[in-house]
């Protein structure tokens, strides 16, 4: 059998929740307005997330003062037989097409190229669509950042760079 949860909510345009409508950590939702609103320790109603052109979907804020990285997205796939080539995380960025599909224009996806107990490797893949087909112009491996045969390096100034630099003058004056 399953289960519903099912989250107080409202359909009336411009209606809030007030802190009689939730207790402290619950959550309620205006499908009309497309907001979800909590109520805080502080007994003030906060929006959690709502869909206004211009702003951000989600946001994740963190509070600490510390120097360590905050927020922090944790994708985690917890498979009981990793193996080498497994994608282990993905984040799309979709957008539609001029006749109404829905394409992912671009991805970045991990990789784990070695599941060995200590001696560890992975890799991130940077996907672009080219000609209506997905395509991996780079890749972030353990030993550097790795370009698909035919791509190219273009700097600001619109200059480029296809081969590989021999040595730092080289690269020096590439870049220069």
């Known amino acids: 059998m399953a289960n519903t949860i099912q989250i107080k909510r409202s359909e009336t345009a411009n209606a809030v929740p007030t802190t009689g409508n939730l207790s402290v950590g619950e959550l309620g939702i205006n499908i009309v307005d497309q907001k979800i609103y ?7 109603i906060v929006v959690l997330s709502e869909t206004i052109n211009g702003k951000a979907n989600l946001e994740l804020v ?22 080498d080539t497994d994608a282990i995380g993905e984040i799309k960025f979709q957008g539609k097409n001029d006749a109404g599909g ?27 669509v080219k000609n209506g087909a997905d395509y991996t112009p780079v890749k972030v491996k353990n030993d550097g950042l790795h370009l ?15 081969t590989a630099p021999t040595s730092p003058v080289t690269m020096a004056i590439a870049l220069g």
Do not use: C, W
């Not at 070695?114 to 672009?128: I, L, P, Q, R």
């Open 102 to 128: 829905k394409i992912v224009f671009s991805k970045i996806t991990t990789i784990i190229d070695d599941a060995s107990s200590s001696t560890e490797d992975g890799s991130m893949e940077f996907h672009v």
């Open 38 to 44: 909590t109520r805080d320790s502080s007994n003030n």
């Open 62 to 83: 963190s509070t600490d003062a510390g120097s360590a990285a905050a927020p922090i997205i944790d994708l985690y796939r917890n498979s009981f037989s990793p193996f």
């Open 148 to 162: 698909t045969t035919g791509n190219k390096i273009t700097f600001g100034d619109g200059t480029t760079q296809t």
